[in-house]
């Protein structure tokens, strides 16, 4: 099966990649691209020739796109802050829903994004741009995405990693109720959009933890909404330890079982495929900004989203195409989730599947049942070993037996929702199987993770 | 293919080996495939030019930074945000400056109750008087 966007995505990321390495001036930049854009042109008609020039081409348009990334607008704020915390006055737009979390001291705030759009430097308000952690009093009042703020407070750069890569570039404390209002603003139709998609994830959770206990809860929220805190930290070991934690992190799994219960409930309403399709792709996208679009559930959205699309118009679909499409797609719009361990893991996940499977079904076989296990295992292995220094031989056989049961798991928690939905007396009997079926999820990955040898760490 | 086996000969190489990387070289794009690519392409680098001309490279972030505060024209809020001074000091100092006018240098600030020595000393380099 032929797969060229998978190429041009490999090369495209190669780019991004070694934009981290290697600082190039912008001439120089210029003069690889026309040297690359003459090679290709040159050899047009000479097929090998051309796509090795093509694919440089692709490289060299990841490393400009990371370059472009890297370098803040005229206006960015970032150009004016300091490590030194500053005062500061600015309107800005929330571009996430204010939640509380726990600071490294066990201090808890409230925390949002905030995108700023002006501030004040004497008597001007004057454009600026640059996203920053915006840290609220706890009395601030309500606020929520999509709200415009005028605001008072100390920024402070902070370059840290996971700063950088979320793409903002300090923090913004108010420590004052008072120093911070909300300014009247028309939200637009995707605004009203997000809140409803926000107030249902929080009506959902708050609808889950009225029913189950906490462990069932926590199992809840992680399979179906992407919210992992609630495990303790031994499960959250032991399913690491077994190398079956990304049955916890919202990803194709999810996508594909919330995909297959769209196509069932739609073809008892007999609507035409085209209309099928379209709202398959539109549920696949509620869900992905329901469960908070991290690369994982984007990376399978996207494929998804193809998927339906190739349905639609009748055409074979192509896993490495579709792969190669949704990293393009991420890679574009954000080249610093190339950095990102759930990117990584999970391209690499259902790269080695569609690339080894094959293989491994044509090998000995007593493989044939762990194809797919296996060739997942091999291809995440490196990445494991390199960022966790963890290596986990009992996966294969431990994902054979967890994957379907969480899959189970999953159907069980979306009829939950949908019963309680209704009535939360009705959800009572989905709430007991589901408490059930969490308990024996539980004793299973705690009973891999004791098996002598189950994974090596270093 | 008569071009390539003469190619190989004499490199050493099996003629099969190097045929076969060839051809998996020219098969990881069509010809049609490749004129989207390169208009693609054409289209992405016009574009990050556009957005990225002018911007300078990143540097790290300095200790002090450029934004002071106009002590002339700051409001209560933005004065409150300065370290040592708090609402009801922020709120004398722009009341002050409001009946007795502008202030021209820190030791101005004395004038104002409450502002002392140790809060002029914190503030130094974070305020300015326009």
């Known amino acids: 099966m032929r797969g060229p966007l998978a190429y041009a995505a490999a090369a495209f990321a190669a780019g991004i990649g070694l934009a981290g390495w290697v600082t190039l001036p912008p001439a120089w930049l210029g003069l690889f691209l026309l040297i690359g854009a003459a090679a290709a042109l040159l050899s047009w008609r000479r097929g090998a020739a051309a796509n090795i020039a093509l694919a440089a081409l692709m490289a060299m348009l990841g490393f400009l796109r990371a370059e472009v990334d890297a370098r803040p607008p005229q206006d960015s704020v970032e150009r004016l802050i300091a490590r030194e915390p500053r005062p500061i006055a600015a309107q800005g737009i929330l571009a996430s829903s204010p939640e509380w979390a726990r600071a490294p001291s066990g201090f808890v705030r409230r925390r949002a994004w905030l995108t700023l759009a002006v501030i004040r430097q004497g008597e001007r308000w004057r454009a600026a741009s640059g996203k920053v952690l915006l840290y609220l009093p706890a009395r601030a009042g309500h606020f929520s995405y999509g709200d415009r703020l005028e605001l008072a407070g100390e920024i402070r750069a902070s370059p840290g990693r996971w700063m950088r890569l979320s793409g903002a570039c300090g923090t913004l404390t108010v420590s004052e109720a008072g120093a911070i209002r909300g300014l009247p603003s028309r939200p637009s139709v995707w605004v009203r959009y997000r809140r409803r998609i926000e107030a249902l994830h929080g009506r959902l959770t708050t609808l889950g933890r009225s029913l189950l206990d906490q462990e069932g809860s926590a199992y809840l929220e992680g399979l179906l909404l992407g919210n992992r805190q609630g495990f303790s930290k031994e499960l959250a070991e032991a399913f690491r330890k077994t190398g079956t934690v990304h049955v916890l992190v919202v990803s194709g799994l999810n996508v594909g079982l919330v995909g297959f219960l769209g196509m069932v409930t739609l073809s008892f309403l007999r609507l035409p495929r085209n209309a099928c399709h379209l709202l398959i792709a539109a549920g696949l996208i509620s869900y992905c900004l329901l469960t908070g679009s991290d690369p994982p559930i984007l990376r399978a959205t996207l494929m998804g989203v193809l998927l339906c699309a190739s349905a639609a118009a009748g055409r074979e679909f192509s896993g490495f195409n579709a792969l190669g499409a949704a990293a393009l797609g991420i890679l574009g719009w954000d080249p610093r989730a190339l950095a990102d361990v759930g990117f990584q893991l999970s391209f690499a996940a259902v790269g080695g599947i569609l690339l080894a499977a094959p293989w491994v079904e044509k090998g000995p076989r007593i493989l044939k049942p762990f194809a797919v296990s296996v060739s997942a295992w091999l291809a995440v292995l490196p990445l494991l070993a390199w960022h966790f220094h963890l290596v986990t031989p009992v996966a294969p056989l431990a994902n054979l037996w967890v994957i379907p049961w969480a899959s189970f798991l999953m159907a069980v928690g979306f009829l939950l929702f949908l019963l309680a939905g209704l009535h939360p007396a009705l959800g009572l009997p989905a709430a007991s199987v589901f408490t059930w079926m969490a308990w024996v999820l539980t004793q299973g990955v705690t009973w891999f993770s004791r098996w002598p040898g189950a994974s090596f760490s270093w | ?130």
């Open chain 2, 1 to 130: 293919m008569k071009e390539i086996h003469g190619r190989s000969a004499g490199t050493g190489l099996k003629p099969g080996t190097r045929r076969g990387l060839t051809l998996w070289l020219a098969g990881i794009f069509t010809r049609q495939e490749r004129l989207a690519l390169a208009f693609l392409m054409g289209v992405s680098v016009g574009g990050l030019l556009l957005i990225g001309w002018g911007r300078r490279p990143p540097f790290p972030a300095p200790e002090r930074a450029e934004l002071a505060v106009d002590v002339n024209r700051a409001s209560a809020t933005e004065l409150a945000a300065l370290p040592g001074i708090g609402p009801k000091l922020a709120a004398r100092i722009a009341e002050d400056r409001k009946r007795r006018g502008r202030f021209l240098t820190l030791n101005d600030l004395k004038r104002v109750k409450g502002v002392t020595p140790k809060i002029i000393q914190r503030i130094k380099g974070m305020v300015c008087f326009n």
